[in-house]
């Protein structure tokens, strides 16, 4: 099949040839990347140029590391309720994502690997907030470890999928294999450490551009039966976010707990946050641990099996749970 290539694509490459810094051959690739045309007969080309900007950005950051005196250190500082890690294949759509559920502002290219470094947004979410990371896509080719040193810190994993790719299961199953190699499993059920190096992040899927592939959507509930919750949005039309806030929220495995004083109806403006499985004893040393010692009684709204009964200190509490702490 003939690659017809564009004029814009020409153009591009003759930049590339004509480059002389490293920077202007990779911004002429990524030009080339975008113009291509993308059907059979360019799928070398696209695998070639692709191989070529993660190679020019693995020789880039290792210029940066030599003159640093040593790697990048990216570490995103937690705020929130709840970290959730945004991964995916290149060009899968977690930066118009991020900026669609959140504050933040990422770079939003129309070519695959424009995210170099993470960018994290904070989501809210009814009365909290839930701090989002936009990662670099995670490729065969290349991708940095520090970009799954930030996947194992996460609470959890938003998988984002382009369903208009015709390849995006393709994609994501290999997104999945490769983070395994590292010893991340991808599950659904809570996230924890496995043994001691393996851990388990709970994963919510998302299928993105549907209204570009109606048919892919149901595609995307066969494929992910069985294996992991899923949900479809539009950061585009605005289809299906508030949705997928609340399914983000179910996936970061938080529960909210509320405090009243006695006489006195309930403060439910903020809500301590804890993780799934916290019980009434965590809560109470997560408000103060000097609380846990000078700790009487506490009387339990929401879960228990009547309103205001005296809680056992295991009784795991649920999200909305309000508690009375009496302390000596």
């Not at 059979?40 to 190679?55: L, N, P």
């Not at 599950?187 to 892919?216: I, M, N």
Request: charged share 25%.
């Amino acid at each position: 099949m003939p690659a017809n290539l564009t004029p814009e694509f020409l153009a591009a490459r003759e930049r590339f040839n004509k480059a002389k810094t490293d920077e202007e051959r990779l911004d002429a690739l990524q030009e080339m990347l975008a113009t291509i045309p993308k059907h059979k007969g360019t799928e070398k080309m696209q695998a070639d140029i692709k191989r070529r900007i993660a190679k020019l950005r693995e020789k880039m950051e290792q210029r940066r590391r030599s003159g640093k005196g040593g790697g990048p250190s990216f570490h995103v500082e937690r705020e929130g309720a709840a970290q959730v890690a945004l991964v995916g294949p290149p060009n899968s759509g977690k930066s118009s994502l991020l900026s669609a559920l959140t504050n933040a502002s990422p770079d939003v290219a129309p070519y695959p690997m424009s995210t170099f470094r993470p960018c994290p947004g904070m989501m809210e979410y009814e009365d909290i907030q839930i701090q989002l990371v936009d990662l670099p896509p995670i490729t065969p080719e290349y991708t940095e470890g520090w970009v799954y040193g930030l996947v194992r810190s996460a609470d959890a994993v938003l998988l984002c999928l382009d369903l208009s790719d015709e390849k995006c299961f393709k994609r994501a199953d290999e997104v999945i294999e490769l983070l395994s190699t590292r010893h991340i499993l991808l599950v659904d059920g809570p996230s924890r450490q496995a043994d001691w190096r393996t851990v388990e992040k709970r994963t919510l899927v998302v299928g993105l551009k549907e209204y570009l592939a109606p048919e892919r959507g149901k595609e995307l509930s066969q494929w992910a039966a069985g294996r992991f919750p899923h949900a479809t949005a539009s950061p585009a039309t605005g289809q299906g976010l508030e949705a997928l806030r609340r399914a983000i929220f179910r996936t970061a495995g938080v529960v909210r707990v509320y405090t009243k004083k006695p006489g006195h109806p309930p403060d439910m403006t903020q809500p301590y946050t804890l993780r799934e499985g916290a019980t009434v004893l965590d809560v109470v040393e997560h408000i103060h641990k000097e609380f846990v010692d000078r700790l009487k009684y506490v009387r339990l709204w929401g879960s228990g099996r009547f309103a205001g009964q005296h809680a056992p200190l295991d009784h795991v509490v649920q999200d909305g749970d309000i508690l009375e702490i009496h302390i000596a």
